[in-house]
């Protein structure tokens, strides 16, 4: 047996990435694809956490409405809208990029963080619905983290246009959407890179450097 | 624009990929996260895990193959089999599944669709519909393929549609593990009929066969034998599909 330390712990080291556990269920999906790039990201409701971590990551599954209620009852609303606006590192995947709206036609009762000035609007009634599966992105090339390529795609709801300040790639469901917002260390994606295979391991490995 | 996806199924049963031809016979087919893994290098776009443990200890063998899989998988990772109640769904989705299948159970009890659609959003709940031809039409087939009902497949697929799943699952009992192709006219039965994804199974023997579903209206196809027994691989079915016109992730 080792001795009990004496004195005061040391204060845990801030995290370096911090995934907010919104309750919803791909959080699997998400930790794994860090450790395969030989990261640690650990989970978090603590919105001091979600304030001072080098990096968060904000998933989302499920519906709008409840993400946001999710969010609210954790208290960490203001600490991840705080972050949004501090322009500190942020990764957001399909529901967590459209809760960064101000609304979703999918929950038209429930404000979202509204960072970004549009409504998530349904696909039309003539698309298959959700999307899901592989779709092509079309990137802005430069020095922008998403590249052409294929990401997997689960949604039911989409943003039509971009927004000042951020750069966006698009995709095609029967109409064009924004496929990736990136301002920066903030990334926010309609797919899910995790689940996107190399294209998508590589995208988390350059946001996680450029962070 | 949306691909159409190529989705290896490795049915498992107490930890092991094991195969049968129309639902029983089954033999061994190797360790799910070695296959999985090798599927996703050849280009799969997706992988399906449908348990048939019969037992507590072979379900509990389902949610370590499940974490062992997500653990090495970069892909979508479906998981079905035995799926009862929300909790059920729980376990798989915390083990690391994506999207989860339901079969017996929500035919016996529709409301568990939207139950679970309303917990997880449709896009993470499958419907499984096991069909056998009657004649002109196809009746539900529950219970791994052993019990057959009076249910018209096509009606319950759009029912279970309605009801909040967000892709059907469709799989010809009469064809699986049979290599004698898919049952096309069920295919485009279902598939004109509900919005939500269709994935065609049962019965894929070659490339071709992949094809003709996606062009009888199949929004994804998934295959078991052929890949297991090397019959073909997912990268060269992937390229017939694109060399008749179809689009597929390179």
Not at chain 1, 63 to 80: I, K, N, P
Not at chain 1, 119 to 133: C, D, M, Y
Not at chain 2, 31 to 49: F, K, M, Q, W
Not at chain 2, 92 to 105: E, H, I, Q, W, Y
Request: one cysteine or more; charged letters at 20%; hydrophobic letters at 45%.
């Amino acid at each position: 047996m080792t001795a009990p330390p004496r004195g005061n712990p040391p204060p845990p080291p801030a995290a370096s990435l911090a995934v907010i556990a919104t309750g919803s269920t791909n959080l699997a999906s998400v930790l794994a694809a860090f450790r395969r790039l030989g990261v640690v990201a650990t989970p978090t409701r603590d919105p001091e956490v979600v304030r001072t971590a080098e990096r968060v990551v904000l998933p989302g599954v499920g519906a709008f409405g409840d993400v946001m209620t999710r969010l609210r009852e954790r208290g960490v609303v203001e600490a991840t809208s705080e972050r949004v606006a501090s322009g500190r590192p942020l990764l957001a995947i399909c529901l967590g990029l459209q809760v960064l709206a101000q609304g979703s036609e999918e929950s038209p009762d429930v404000p979202g963080l509204g960072a970004l000035p549009v409504t998530v609007r349904r696909f039309p009634a003539t698309s298959k619905v959700p999307q899901l599966g592989w779709n092509q992105i079309v990137a802005n090339g430069g020095d922008d983290l998403v590249r052409d390529g294929y990401a997997f795609f689960a949604n039911s709801f989409y943003l039509a246009s971009a927004c000042d300040g951020w750069a966006a790639a698009w995709a095609t469901h029967d109409v064009p959407f924004v496929a990736a917002l990136q301002r920066g260390p903030q990334l926010a994606c309609q797919f899910h890179p995790e689940l996107s295979g190399a294209w998508g391991a590589s995208l988390l490995e350059r946001w996680y450097a450029s962070c | 624009m949306l691909t159409r996806r190529v989705i290896p199924c490795l049915d498992t049963r107490d930890g092991r990929v094991v195969k049968g031809v129309k639902f029983t016979g089954l033999r061994d087919a190797g360790r799910p996260v070695d296959l999985a893994v090798r599927y996703e290098a050849e280009g799969a776009d997706e992988i399906v895990i449908l348990d048939v443990s019969a037992t507590t200890e072979g379900r509990g063998h389902a949610l370590a193959t499940v974490r062992a899989v997500r653990e090495a998988l970069g892909i979508p990772l479906t998981v079905g089999g035995g799926v009862r109640t929300v909790d059920d769904a729980v376990a798989l989705l915390d083990a690391g599944a994506d999207k989860v299948g339901v079969n017996t159970a929500a035919f016996r009890d529709p409301v568990l669709l939207t139950v679970l659609a309303n917990r997880f959003g449709c896009q993470c709940i499958v419907l499984s519909v096991d069909a056998a031809a009657r004649g002109t039409s196809w009746n539900v087939v529950v219970r791994a393929g052993t019990e057959g009902t009076s249910r018209d497949a096509v009606a319950w697929a759009a029912e279970g549609a309605r009801r909040g799943a967000g892709e059907i699952l469709l799989t010809s009992v009469d064809r699986d593990g049979t290599q004698a192709g898919y049952d096309l006219r069920l295919v485009t039965a279902v598939s004109s009929c509900v919005r939500v994804p269709v994935v065609a199974s049962g019965g894929a023997r070659s490339g071709a066969d992949l094809v003709d579903a996606v062009r009888a209206g199949a929004d994804a196809v998934l295959a078991a034998s052929i890949f297991h027994d090397g019959v073909t691989t997912v990268g060269e079915v992937k390229r017939q599909m694109a060399q008749a016109g179809l689009e597929v992730r390179p």
